[in-house]
Every structure is written in structure tokens, then in C-alpha cells.
């Protein structure tokens, strides 16, 4: 159990100062579990200003500094970085679903592009040493690769809006952090899975329509899309850590880094794992409206990179992973 200080006591002697954006998120409230444990004196932001229920504990939540921010609004951006008085910078608000992206395209592009450029610029000049900005970045920048697992040095070619809004943060992050004098890190995140993830996403869309199956629903039927594709999933709690370990590297030798597995993970197989553990023999029906035009039949990473500098390597097991995101969804829809 995390060692927790109660909100607005003074953090312990030695404990690091991190500033997380984008707390309340998926991945955003399994990093601050993993901070805090970490004996992190931790702030984060939120559109909110207030933490959106999740995978944090009461405890949890009460630990951490919690501001209201807007990435798009650099004046606040810098205002509170300068109270913050962070080493690190974790940036992680932002757009994270690739049909909100093509909703809302120019929306998109402002805060995943222009909102990392504040945070850089705030962290630039604030009144602290900020040590350095790791940028969560997405997988989906590169686009599709047909000749092996993606190495970093692969160009950025988008198919996306989404993959687009997240190849410009890319761009911005890793050329504005030089020019203006920031360690800036730049994680790209393969797909992640676990509990806490919203149902736009597959494994928990997967969980949500096999425990209505499960509690009786007339339709018994479990529409999905492509099947055949496979992706490099990594459970959400495995990903924090390399967000941590690439945090804490002294002078880095790259701007970029993939987190990924080094493994392909069919999404029939997710579906099999959570079929299997809600106990249900649903019918599976194709919908041809759920298939993306264009969509790689595989995206698989390679760490070498992170392995190599770090040592991480992903741990935990996808299909206890697929268990843990159906319990999760079944309490969430329970509560």
C-alpha cells in the first residue's frame, strides 16, 4: 500500500515533484497509483479541476494536488507549472480516441498540438528546474508499416486524423524542447488496455456488451468488426512504469521512444479471453460498419530501445488483463 500524504501537508524530505496533465485519464490515474507508490509529491490538472471516478482509490485522489486546466490556455499552462514547481512534467491531456478526433479534427489538432507546445513553453520558463517533459505520444503517428515491428527511426506517415493530431505533437515536442532548452521525452504508446479505459475502446467495449449478454440481454448477439488484425497491446499498469523509467533518465540519448511489447495480439483473441471469462456462448456477428477502411492488418513495435536503456520490459499477462477490465466494467456498471 502507497505511503500517502493528506492534500496540502508538505511532501516528504527527497520526495520527487512531478506534474501529471491529463490526471483524471486512463492512463493518467494509473500513473499517479504508480507515482504516489513511487513516494512522488504529485499534482495534476483536469478539465474538470476535480478527479472523474476511475481506478484511484479515495486515498489516492486525496493525495494529490488536484487544478483545473485547459491545455489550450498557455497563460494558465504557465501558471500552473510555476505552482507546481515540478522536476517532471508528464503531459497527458489530450485527445485519446481516434473517432473523437475525426468528430472534432480541429479541435484535435489544437490541443494535442498547440497544448503541447505550452506545456514545453511553460516549462521552458518557469520559475523551477523542470528536469524534463515526457510527452505521451501515439503509435498511430506512424501509420501503416508492412516490413517488420516498428522501430523509432520508421518515418511518421499517418492514416488518421487522429494519428495526424498525434504526429504533430510528436513533431512540436521533439523540436521545441531543443530550441527552447527542455529535456523533452517523447513516449509513443502502442495500444494499452486495462481497467479504467473508456467503452470507445475494444477490450472494454468487448466486456460491456459480454456482461449484458451475461445478465440476461435479449439480443445475444456480440457484434464486432475486424477480428483478423492484430495489435501490440500492453496492459495500462506495465506502461506507467516505462513512463516513469523514461522520466527518470539522465540526459537521454533519444527524443523517442516506443512503449510497446515487441508482440502481435489478434483482437480476436482479446474477444476469445472475455467470452471466456464472462462464462457466455454468445453469437458473433460482423458489422461491416465497424471496420476501418484501410486499417494495417498488423501493428507490432519494437522496444528494443526502452529495453535496452531501462531495462523494462512488459510483465503482465494480457488475458488476466482481459479479466481485470471485465470486473472493472461490471463494478462501474454495478455502481
Known sequence: MPRLRPKGTPGKAGAVRVLVTGGDGFIGQHLLAHLLA???????????GTPADGTLSRAERGAVEWRRLDVRDGATVAAVVDAA???????????????????RPADALEVNGMGTLNVVEAAARARSD???????GSADAYGRVDDGPI??????????????TKAAQDVIARGAGPALGVNVVVARLFPLVG????????????CRRALAIRRGATDSRLTVGNLDIARDFTDVRDAVRALRALADLDRPP???????????T???????????????EPEVVRDSTLVRPGEPEAVIGDPGRLSRATGWRAERDLRACARATLDWVASSDAA
Open 38 to 48: 513511487g513516494d512522488c509529491d504529485v499534482t495534476a490538472t483536469s478539465l474538470a
Open 85 to 103: 514547481r515540478p522536476r517532471r512534467i508528464f503531459h497527458l491531456a489530450g485527445y485519446s480516441s481516434s473517432a473523437e478526433a475525426r468528430a
Open 130 to 136: 523542470v528536469e524534463t517533459v515526457l510527452v505521451a
Open 151 to 164: 522501430g523509432e527511426r520508421t518515418p511518421l506517415r499517418p492514416l488518421s486524423v487522429y494519428g495526424t
Open 195 to 206: 481497467p479504467g479505459q473508456r467503452p470507445v475502446f475494444v477490450l472494454p467495449s468487448f
Open 254 to 264: 533519444h527524443r523517442a521512444w516506443n512503449v510497446c511489447s515487441g508482440r502481435g
Open 266 to 280: 489478434p483482437v480476436r483473441q482479446l474477444l476469445e479471453w472475455v467470452i471466456e471469462v464472462a462464462g457466455i
